[in-house]
């Protein structure tokens, strides 16, 4: 009985949880227009296409995580393949 008493305090105790939520349609997200690597890129087509990065940093971890920084954006590469392009915050 104590048991069924102290399992309806706690239904009752937890009612329904609110979050507000924020939306942000994609077209808002960054410049959808903007070229910038995309997934599978070698790191000889990301370098011929769009210059050298501003900044590289040694690889990391296992498989190796290589960034290259531009100006605009931050691409990821896994061995020497795009994995990632992400805009950099304005």
């Known amino acids: 009985m104590q048991r069924l008493a102290i399992g309806c305090l706690c239904l009752i105790l937890s009612g329904p949880l609110f979050a507000d939520q924020l939306s942000v349609p994609i077209g808002s ?48 590469f896994e061995y020497d393949l795009v994995i990632h392009t992400v805009l950099n915050k304005s």
Not at 43 to 57: R, Y
């Open 29 to 76: 997200q960054g410049d959808a227009n903007q070229s910038r690597p995309t997934n599978g890129m070698s790191t000889n087509k990301v370098e011929d296409m769009f210059g050298s990065p501003q900044n590289v940093a040694e690889p990391v971890g296992e498989p190796p995580i290589t960034v290259w920084k531009y100006a605009n954006y931050t691409v990821y």
